[in-house]
C-alpha cells in the first residue's frame, strides 16, 4: 500500500537550534517527494521537492532534504531554526501520472521554544 | 509559477443548505483536479479526482451525492456541498495538475466551511 509516514507528531526545538523532521514512505512506482507547510488557518506552502538527479535537494526558508532510496527516507533538515518556523510540516509523495494525487503524512507539528 | 486560487476563502451557511466552492487554475490548464478536505489539527485527505469533461472519481467513503464535483472547463472545478451539516464543517483545499507536467501539483489557498 502506498503511504507516507511520519513518525513525530509534535517536536520542539529552541531557537537556533537544528532541525530535522522525519519522513519515511511505501510507494510502487518511482517517488516524488515534497514537504509542504501550513501555517495555522492557512494554505500549504511548498518548501521542495525532489524529482530526480542530486539526492540533497534546497529549499525556501533555508530548509533542505535528503532523499535515500535504500530507507525509504526524505528527511527535512534546517539548520538553525527560527521562532517564525513554527507551523506544521506535512511530507507528501506523488507521481509522474496525470490523475495521481499526492499522498500525505499526517504531519509533524514544530514548536519553538526561545 | 502556477496559480490556483480559491473562492470564496470563508463561508458560513446554515444546516441543511448548499454551498458552491470554486477553484479555479489562473495561468495554465488544469486537466486534472484534486478535492481535499483537511480537519483540524489533521493531515489532508483526498475525496475525490475530477478530469475536465468527466465525471469525478470518488475515494472510498466519500459521499458523491453529497458532494458533488464538477470539471466543466480546463480551468475550473467546482465543489458543491449540498445539504450541509456541522460535521461538513471543514477546510477544504483543491489542487491542479497540468497534463504536461504531471508531476507538478498546485495547490489552492483553501476554504474554510462553517456549518452552523
Redo the contacts between chains.
Keep these: 500500500a502506498q503511504s507516507v509516514t511520519q513518525p513525530d507528531i509534535h517536536i520542539t526545538v529552541s531557537e537556533g537550534a537544528s532541525l530535522e523532521l522525519r519522513c519515511n514512505y511505501s510507494y510502487g512506482a518511482t517517488p516524488y517527494l515534497f514537504w509542504y507547510v501550513q501555517s495555522p488557518g492557512q494554505g500549504l506552502q511548498l518548501l521542495l521537492k525532489y524529482f530526480s538527479g542530486d539526492t540533497l535537494v534546497q529549499g525556501i526558508k533555508g530548509f533542505e532534504a535528503e532523499f535515500k532510496r535504500s530507507q525509504s527516507s526524505f528527511n527535512l533538515r534546517k539548520p538553525s531554526v527560527h521562532w517564525s518556523d513554527a507551523a506544521e510540516y506535512f511530507c507528501a509523495v506523488g507521481a509522474n501520472q496525470a490523475g495521481t494525487a499526492l499522498i500525505f503524512g499526517k504531519g509533524t507539528t514544530l514548536s519553538v521554544s526561545s | 509559477g502556477a496559480v490556483v486560487s480559491q473562492h470564496p476563502s470563508r463561508v458560513i451557511c446554515k444546516s441543511g443548505t448548499s454551498v458552491k466552492i470554486e477553484c479555479r487554475s489562473l495561468d495554465f490548464q488544469a486537466?486534472?483536479m484534486?478535492w481535499?478536505r483537511q480537519f483540524p489539527?489533521?493531515?489532508?485527505m483526498?475525496m475525490a479526482?475530477s478530469?475536465e469533461g468527466s465525471k469525478a472519481?470518488y475515494e472510498q467513503g466519500v459521499e458523491k451525492d453529497k458532494f458533488l464535483i464538477n470539471h466543466a472547463s480546463l480551468t475550473l472545478s467546482t465543489l458543491t456541498v449540498t445539504s450541509a451539516h456541522p460535521e461538513d464543517s471543514s477546510f477544504y483545499?483543491c489542487?491542479a495538475?497540468s497534463?504536461l507536467a504531471?508531476?507538478e501539483?498546485y495547490?489552492?489557498?483553501?476554504t474554510?466551511l462553517t456549518v452552523t
Design positions: 486537466t486534472t484534486f481535499y489539527k489533521q493531515s489532508l483526498l479526482t478530469n472519481t483545499i489542487s495538475k497534463g504531471s508531476y501539483q495547490f489552492g489557498p483553501g474554510r
